[in-house]
């Protein structure tokens, strides 16, 4: 499974919605850091305060007959806070942690107020757990009605009074961690998500849309290189010059099409004459070996520029392709080969249609047959399927053909021997116009030695692809 999209809109949307989704998440990570330090910095300055003021009640009853618990005095005004409480003594419980920052913090604020003291004492315990708490609660204080103030986090900072006077001790709620301030967070992340990426996305369709149809056309005039309608011009500017400069392109490139095919014809009709008229005056010539060579030199030419004609106007054959029994369709070279006497057999147990251009698809796999014939004596033709695609396959007991020069021999004009005798190989372009219909087809020609000796040829036919010749 691919998670990451192949289109433009897909790629530039989760582009936009990962760094949106990163960039909230610091954003969170950087609140969320400061709302602890505000929070911090009130239960301190609360608890200096209570430090700060003068006892104006006896200690036994001091913190206990009006008091909201911790609960409420997290959310009670500062300047109601109470004083804080003398005793002779006091020690952290065991396993408490001493808060050495906020210590060190309260210390600062006392001393530009003016505190004296020896010693700060800053640490956090359940209110159940503390003393204090406990027996105001006993007494008969007025947070205790509450089931649950047990449980709740205070803040005990004392400070150690010069000359033995004893520990000044200030009991802070610790109030909650505000929870609204995350759920306000991702309803804000929700709400910028749901805009940007609408804006975005409609956007980017204004400029994927004309791209599609751009891409769509270019794959169209590649399969039939024939001109329709120009593409309308339409989004932003530079993808309307984009369109407008292909429909410029396309057009050009038509023409020299149509010219290169009337040149073509031309060619092929003043060059055919002239070989006509040689192919009978060579009749007048007494000599019957030199007029057998004579007439095999016309043939030679003659089927050479066949050849040089078939590969130009390879991709400009009329008309679409057409569903085809492939099996049928190598059943029917295979046959033309046998009539000729030719060593050659067919091993086509499945049966494959597939849309293609039958006249083109012929003439590829009669040129592999034929070099499979003429190098290796014999040739073992077969069809099958494998991994989605069809593969018509030719295979020789030949000598093969280097590794080294495997892709030079699908060049035009290349032959593993020099000559360009038809007996010894010909012109050289029979692996070349191969290719080329198989490329047409949206598929390749494939050339691998065998094991056991031999060339193997594979036309390789897409099942789902584009035919386009």
Known sequence: MRLWPSSLRGQTLLAVALALVITQAFSAVLLYRAGETQRENDIINRAAISLLLEQDRPQERRGIRGDRGPRALATRRIERSRPAIITPKFAPQEGERIESGLGEQLGGILERQGQAFTQVVVLKRK??????????????????????????????????????????????????RERGRVVGLIVQTTLLFLVLMGVLFLLLRRITRPLAQLTGRTEQFAATQDAAEPLPATGPADVQRLITAHNAMEARIAALLDEKDVMLGAIGHDLKTPLTALRVRIEAVEDEGQRAKMAAGIEDITRSLDDILSLARIGRAPGAPENAQLNALASSVVEEFEDMGKDVSFAGAEKITAPVHVTWLRRALRNLVSNAVRYGGTAQVSLLSQDGAAILRVEDNGPGIPADQMADMLEPFRRGEASRNRATGGAGLGLTIARAIAQQHGGSLVLTNRESGGLRADILLPASGRNEI
């Open 127 to 176: 209110a159940g757990d503390d003393p204090w708490l406990t027996a105001a609660a006993k007494g008969g204080a007025r947070f205790a009605r509450r089931s649950d103030w047990q449980g709740e986090t205070i803040l005990v900072a004392a400070i150690e009074l010069p000359e033995n006077a004893g520990w000044k001790v200030a009991r802070v709620a610790v109030p909650p």
